[in-house]
DNA sequence: AGGAATTTGTGCGTATGTATC
DNA sequence: AGATACATACGCACAAATTCC
């Protein structure tokens, strides 16, 4: 196996609570115990939990109140990731989470150019993991000519609730590419999922190069994930 | 005055570095001395002074790097925050910093509809400081007829700097509040400041109440800094 | 209304790991 | 290989906000 150095524990941590709230073994609204508490059963130090509880509720999972209490944060079951996301289908049931990492208002390739009015769509870019093991990077486009209001912080979620809820608009594409760790070569044509309940269509789309890492998020972990994707664009 | 329990330190530290920064008494490249060297010329524990530095790199000032150093990120002097930012003249040469709240595409008010083509615009929120004390909110509007890829990570640091180099665009309108702290009463006629290089002109614009706090940032200060805006709202 | 108990936030100091030089 | 420097992790003490009695 290669040489995987482990995790450090606050980001165990974290990963470990996002799926618990994302698979609704954590409801909306409930109460984490006392962080000491919680500290001494999970057997690490306050301040590790803590910082790991920084980074959930950075995430925008949790509600984090002084004096009070750490409050999950998450959509009622109906709306659950698991509706929408059918890459666990294909691992058999892990946890899916996601990372977003770049929002962009962009021409609209020639590919979409029957789906909406508009000349413009907005690109998203995704990391998809199960179970905290990354295995997909994800391109959407949405047409643009809705009075979309597009920000990083409001698709850091369920993107696919985003749609359906706040949005209302129709997905133009959405490419799954599946690999295991460690990534293999991409081709063109590696996996092509139709998207369930979604109204839209499968289409390939040309991957243009990724930014600097730097440019896509600012901790060192995701740094890494970003550069990890680079290497899958040379395959 | 006022019962003003002073900011914790971390945050002190944070404001302070970034006017250094802003300044230009630190210049781009730059490398901090060793964070324990540090934290004894300052008197901090070493955390806290690690909990300033990793809030100066959010905001993208700073690049740390293990068993390196932390690198200042900061453009060039020319295109200096001051060439732009005019309020500094009324409170007698301050360092001004800014904090973006919120970035929309909304329809465009009937003010502006004599500029620019399109009928919605990117809505543009942000907190403007002098010396960290919060003195201004600013609500700017851009024609949305331009390719704009607009995004709270792209005007993090100098606006206008981002309105010159990257967009390309006319400012629609600019409104800058001035006050004191405690910010007084809003009234409609407060302030108007022409906006010196840029090729724009002042208008008021009907302030729209701001979204609940929790909205605009995830911080506990952030969020501190929203409701005293809301506060602005109702004098 | 008020005060005690609970719970999270801040700050400190230290030891050890890991990346860079 | 050694030295330097940042990252992680631990434990503790006190402050501040909330909750409960």
Redesign the interface.
């Known amino acids: 196996m290669a040489k995987t150095s482990a995790l450090p524990k606050f980001i165990q941590l974290s990963e470990m609570l996002i799926r618990e709230i994302a698979a609704g073994h954590l409801t909306d609204g409930a109460r984490l115990p006392p962080e000491r508490d919680m500290a001494d059963d999970l057997g690490v130090a306050v301040g590790t939990l803590r910082k790991a509880l920084a980074d959930v509720?950075?995430k925008?999972l949790l509600?984090r109140v002084?004096g009070s209490g750490n409050y999950v944060r998450h959509r009622p079951a109906v709306d659950s990731v698991y509706a929408f996301f059918r890459l666990e289908l294909l691992k058999g049931g892990g946890l899916p989470t996601a990372q977003v990492l770049a929002?962009?208002?962009?021409?609209k390739p020639d590919a979409f150019g029957q789906l909406g009015g508009h000349h413009?769509g907005h690109r998203i870019i995704r990391l998809r993991s199960l179970d905290g093991v990354l295995i997909a990077l994800e391109e959407i486009w949405l047409d643009g000519a809705q009075?979309?209001?597009?920000?990083?912080?409001d698709l850091s979620d369920s993107l696919y609730h985003f749609y359906r809820h706040d949005l209302g608009v129709i997905i133009a594409s959405v490419e799954d590419r599946i690999g295991v760790d460690p990534m293999p070569a991409w081709t063109p044509d590696a996996f092509h999922l139709k998207s369930g309940e979604i109204a839209g269509y499968i289409e390939r789309v040309s991957w243009t190069a990724a930014k600097e890492p730097?440019e896509f998020s600012?901790t060192?972990y995701d740094a890494k994930r970003a550069v990890y994707i680079s290497r899958m664009g040379k395959g």
Chains 1, 2 share one sequence.
């Open positions: 509720e950075a925008g509600d002084q929002v962009d208002r962009l021409p413009e009075p979309a209001q597009i920000a990083v912080s730097a600012r060192w």
